[in-house]
């Protein structure tokens, strides 16, 4: 087991307000254990505020838990300050959503990549620009895109930049949060065969999450179903969409095409496997 989590449990809110008003807080993750295997897509799926991001957060060490153990190749990495926890889970990365937010405008490509590289201790300039080159290359960018602006990118392209980015830090588990919104059918196809390219490629094991089940469907070893921040139903992804068994898993199911609208039946002619 890569990284397990163990009756985790995050409250967020509650304290004194700004206005001095109080907050109840919200127990958005609510006893939640879960275990990622070396290699697999699990892929956690389940309506908005069911708390798909804040788990992926605390994983991560961005969000401290209330109680509950995470361990990351069987240690213990939980239970420490936030700066420590981060430190300690290095291995695990976070791909955003919103790709371009994470790129400064001013800088070139190569720079904010390069960047990255210093940060972890790569002394060596010219080491770090063939990286990058190389990095580059992997996403299926021209390494000379070095030496291009963010806003020079189309929206596909930038995730390719931000996954590079990540990918230079030697991850091994990517937590990816809606890796392909915004991006048109046939361009979130060619990300998310990129997404399964590289994870031979680089050895990396995804926790996925996802608001389209036939994305899920067609990409996921396992399929957690997250309602009011537990874990209601969790196995093979076959079986799942095959034969739910907990109640609300049907109805997301059932619900599925009107959810996501017209992107659900496009998506079944589009697929992963095309382009
Ligand atoms: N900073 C915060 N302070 C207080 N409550 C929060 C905060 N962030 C999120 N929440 C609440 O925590 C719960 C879980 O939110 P979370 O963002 O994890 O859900 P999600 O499953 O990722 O939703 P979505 O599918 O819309 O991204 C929700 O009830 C949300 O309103
Ligand atoms: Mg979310």
Known sequence: MILSARNLSVSLGGQRGF???TVAPVQAVDD???DLKEGEILSLVGESGSGKTTLGRTLLGLQ??????????GKVVSGLAPEAARVARRAIQYVHQDAGAALDPWWSIGRTLAEGLLIHGVRNAVERKERVAAMLKAVGLDPDSARRYPHEFSGGQLRRVVLARILLLRPRILILDEPTSGLDMSVQATVL???LELREQFSLTYLFISHDLSVVERLSDRVAIMLRGKIVEM???????AQPTHEYTRVLLDAAPRLTGRRVVASVGTGVAAN
Not at 67 to 72: K, T
């Open 32 to 34: 939640v254990s879960l």
């Open 19 to 21: 206005l001095r008003k």
């Open 193 to 195: 065969n990129l997404l």
């Open 64 to 73: 401290r838990e209330k109680a509950g153990e995470i361990r990351l190749d």
């Open 235 to 241: 196995r093979p992804a076959k079986e799942l969409f």
